[in-house]
């Protein structure tokens, strides 16, 4: 069940580990396949070898939602209240002065749209085009929480305008006949998809410790997205990073995970760089960065665009539970001895819609206030 306008909701998560009491869970409802953009590389194809496009099949879309209702049934039985956007229709296209697409793609990965810090939940500024209304099947649950709560504060990043000039427009056309290295040392240099032209970013390029929010410079986000961030959360410390050797630098959520104060799990394929004069910066404030596990599957599932390290994709419930795949059974053990209680659910049918658990869901509520977890800047 949503929220009906009677329940009385509070806006409250600074952090990705304090104990969690209401959530937004995405749907697959309405899911369409990813549309070709400049922004975007993953394109399905039918035996024919013709780009698919438009609505997904709904028994696709149905086994997405069993894996997506069943997490948000297990979240409710542990006492935390569950809230789901409202699909709209998808395969419509879009046109705006600056561009044109054929359809959007759905709603189903919360964590990219919408960043909640203390009392305010902010709408990114998505760099696919295929993405730019995604916002409007969480705003029936905004206004809401808007009504409900007087300290709630809604806001939403400028409009990116997502022309021509806001994409190296070739940055993807010969991907097919260049080598791994090529694609691997252009990341490395910090060149990636999107321009400086205008203030882009994710949600989910951003992971929360408190007072320091830690964001992912890459296809997603640009320095001028950072520096909105910055410019917009005065009384946060911004924290630019970047990860090595990643082919794809899409979204923090399996590359720095931070799990409850003074422990953060790292992707050990894509070493962390920070800002000059951050480098050591948990080590500076005694906490300890682990290595994730390596993922139990080698190749990720149909029509998933990304890669086999969503096995570290989990949510954090409490500072002592997670909620892991099932089939995750190295990082779920990692997670097992790391002194966490592992809740675990089937979700490989979901990832076809946007990534594993922790892209599915964004906070609404979580106890505890902003702390300083890092003095020693
Ligand atoms: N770039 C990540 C990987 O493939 C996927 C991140 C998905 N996260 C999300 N919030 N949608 O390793």
């Known amino acids: ?13 600074w952090n990705e580990w304090d104990p969690l009491r209401h959530i937004i869970v995405g749907v697959a409802t309405n899911g369409c396949f990813a549309p070709s953009e400049h922004a975007f590389k993953y394109h ?5 070898g013709r780009e698919l496009t438009g609505p997904m099949p709904q028994h696709i879309l149905d086994k997405g939602n ?4 069943n997490l948000a049934d297990v979240l409710r039985k542990r006492g935390i209240r569950v809230d789901r956007p409202t699909a709209i229709d998808f395969s419509q296209p879009i046109i705006t002065p600056d561009f044109q697409i054929p359809s959007m ?22 760099s696919y085009r295929s993405r730019y209304f995604e916002y409007l099947a969480y705003r029936p649950l905004l206004q809401h929480y808007f009504e409900s709560d007087p300290n709630f504060v809604h806001a939403a990043a400028p409009k990116p305008r997502c022309s021509d000039r806001s994409y190296h427009v070739d940055f993807f056309l010969n991907d097919r006949f260049v080598n791994h290295e090529h694609i691997i040392s252009r990341a490395n240099n910090q060149h990636y998809v999107t321009t400086e032209e205008e203030v882009l970013f994710d949600a989910a390029d951003a992971t929360r410790c408190g007072k320091d929010i ?3 410079h890459g296809f997603t986000t640009n320095l001028k997205g950072i520096d909105w961030l910055r410019r917009h959360y005065p009384n946060h410390r911004i924290h630019k990073v970047y990860f090595l050797n990643d082919p ?8 720095l995970v931070p799990l409850r104060p003074g422990l953060a799990m790292c992707n050990p394929n894509r070493p962390m760089v920070m800002e000059p004069g951050k480098e050591t910066l948990f080590e500076r404030n005694g906490w ?3 290595m994730a596990a390596k993922p139990a599957h080698t190749k990720q599932v149909p029509l998933c665009s990304y890669s086999i390290w969503l096995s570290m994709n989990f949510l954090t419930l409490d500072p002592k539970t997670v909620i892991c795949e099932e089939t995750e059974v190295h990082q779920n053990d990692q997670l097992d001895k790391l002194g966490f209680e592992v809740i675990t659910i089937p979700f490989r049918n979901a990832y076809a819609f946007g990534g594993s658990i922790h892209c599915a869901t964004a906070d609404v509520y979580r106890e505890g206030d902003c702390q300083d977890y890092f003095p020693n800047q």
């Open 214 to 216: 830690f964001v992912q």
């Open 248 to 255: 794809d630098p899409i979204h923090i959520d399996c590359s």
């Open 44 to 48: 399905n194809y039918d035996e024919q």
């Open 288 to 290: 300890e960065v682990v």
């Open 1 to 13: 069940m949503s929220a009906t306008p009677t329940d009385r909701v509070v806006v409250n998560s």
């Open 66 to 69: 069993e894996e997506l209702d």
């Open 105 to 126: 793609i759905g709603s189903m990965p919360a964590r990219d749209v919408l960043l909640t810090v203390g009392n305010e939940i902010l709408e990114a500024a998505m």
